[in-house]
């Protein structure tokens, strides 16, 4: 055992993950713009369909990756780094992913109406502003759009906003604790919000407001924290031998086996209904997709391939711009089979999305330079 290899925290898998889940999402907004409204025959069909409807979840799988990630140097076996204060952590995260995200924004707002027209010029300026302050995902127009997925930048920003807060809870009272209270907390919140929303009115501010913020996906973000405390705990920490197979902390591999169950029987009966635990079961599934991606040595070696580490690197940039792209080349396969539309935009409006999203890259990084040249030391 003493010869055994230590497993380095290199977490090359998270390109994997990262990749996996933008090709995902890309594929759920395609399939979501042109599917037939009553799905496709036959079993092969609807299993089909149901897999790129089902698309949505690789905002789960960046919820749950983006605690995760952001986690690992403060929960560390011995307590890791100090809590960032605020502002540090604010210009370091939450300011980081503003340039891209109004640079995207900002070019598709003036671009849509020029290709696509406009119906309302007042509810345009009036989402345009919502986006330029995250609040987007409070308004159901929003989600009608053609930059509908931006609603997960109002996520987004919540919770780096909340992040050096909640690190101190997670420090007060546990890891493990700390998400139990949150997963229970927001799990009861859920069931009032859904069962006494109707009765006062709220039919769309407990379903936009509520699902999409951070009140509602509080538990993916929190799932992801804990899941980097039991991975530095766990063989996985790089004084401890390497495990071929889900290198966390027992309390975790405990929960990933619950996890499976859950899974199976949601899945396999219909024993699990209602909100929110029937979007538990999409969230059961992306967890056992990050563990089995997170356990095999395999998928260390592919996260180190060029383009998949690329593809990885650019995921942010590829969500911002990618559903306008399908947008804007939507009427050009309307009178297409579905086949037809389904290859030409996996080709065409796949290749675009990349293109620009380097090109966005690249003009974040010009911007990026200028700023450190124009700041003194």
């Known amino acids: 055992?003493?010869?055994?290899?230590?497993?380095?925290?290199?977490?090359?898998?998270?390109?994997?993950?990262?990749?996996?889940?933008?090709?995902?999402?890309?594929?759920?907004?395609?399939?979501?713009?042109?599917?037939?409204?009553?799905?496709?025959?036959?079993?092969?069909?609807?299993?089909?369909d149901q897999f790129l409807v089902s698309g949505a979840l690789g905002v789960t799988i960046f919820n749950i990756i983006t605690g995760f990630v952001l986690s690992l140097s403060y929960l560390g076996p011995q307590g890791g780094a100090p809590s960032p204060g605020f502002k540090d952590f604010l210009s370091r995260r939450f300011l980081r992913i503003c340039p891209n995200y109004y640079m995207a924004m900002i070019f598709f707002t003036l671009l849509t109406p020029l290709v696509l027209g406009v119906d309302?010029?007042?509810?345009?300026?009036?989402?345009?502003?919502?986006?330029?302050?995250?609040?987007?995902?409070?308004?159901?127009?929003?989600?009608?759009?053609?930059?509908?997925a931006y609603w997960w930048l109002g996520l987004l920003a919540q919770f780096y906003l909340a992040f050096p807060f909640l690190l101190r809870f997670f420090r007060a009272v546990g890891p493990g604790r700390a998400f139990a209270v949150i997963a229970v907390g927001s799990w009861i919140l859920y069931k009032l919000v859904f069962m006494f929303g109707p009765m006062v009115g709220f039919s769309g501010w407990y379903l936009v407001g509520f699902s999409m913020s951070l009140l509602g996906m509080f538990p993916e973000f929190a799932l992801?924290?804990?899941?980097?405390?039991?991975?530095?705990?766990?063989?996985?920490?790089?004084?401890?031998?390497?495990?071929?197979?889900?290198?966390?902390?027992?309390?975790?591999?405990?929960?990933?086996?619950?996890?499976?169950?859950?899974?199976?029987?949601?899945?396999?009966?219909?024993?699990?209904?209602?909100?929110?635990?029937?979007?538990?079961?999409?969230?059961?599934g992306c967890l056992l997709f990050l563990v089995a991606v997170m356990s095999l040595p395999s998928m260390e070696r592919l996260g180190r391939v060029r383009p998949v580490a690329w593809v990885a690197a650019a995921s942010y940039s590829i969500y911002l711009t990618h559903q306008p792209i399908l947008s804007f080349l939507a009427p050009v396969t309307r009178d297409w089979s579905l086949?037809?539309?389904?290859i030409f935009q996996t080709l065409v409006c796949g290749l675009l999305s990349l293109v620009a999203a380097y090109f966005l890259d690249k003009a974040v990084a010009r911007w990026n330079d200028r700023k450190k040249v124009a700041t003194p030391a």
């Not at 925290?9 to 889940?21: C, G, H, K």
């Not at 300026?125 to 987007?136: A, I, K, N, P």
């Not at 086949?339 to 389904?342: D, E, L, R």
């Open 1 to 48: 055992m003493s010869d055994t290899p230590r497993r380095k925290l290199e977490l090359t898998q998270i390109n994997v993950i990262r990749s996996a889940a933008m090709g995902w999402i890309f594929f759920h907004h395609l399939w979501h713009g042109m599917r037939p409204y009553e799905g496709l025959p036959g079993l092969l069909g609807g299993a089909w």
């Open 120 to 148: 309302n010029p007042g509810r345009l300026l009036v989402s345009t502003l919502e986006r330029l302050v995250f609040l987007q995902s409070m308004d159901t127009y929003n989600l009608t759009t053609n930059m509908a």
């Open 224 to 284: 992801g924290m804990w899941m980097a405390w039991c991975y530095r705990r766990g063989d996985a920490a790089e004084d401890s031998p390497a495990r071929p197979w889900a290198p966390f902390a027992r309390p975790f591999r405990l929960f990933t086996l619950a996890v499976a169950a859950f899974f199976v029987i949601g899945q396999s009966t219909s024993l699990i209904q209602g909100v929110p635990e029937k979007y538990y079961l999409g969230a059961a």
């Open 339 to 342: 086949a037809g539309k389904f």
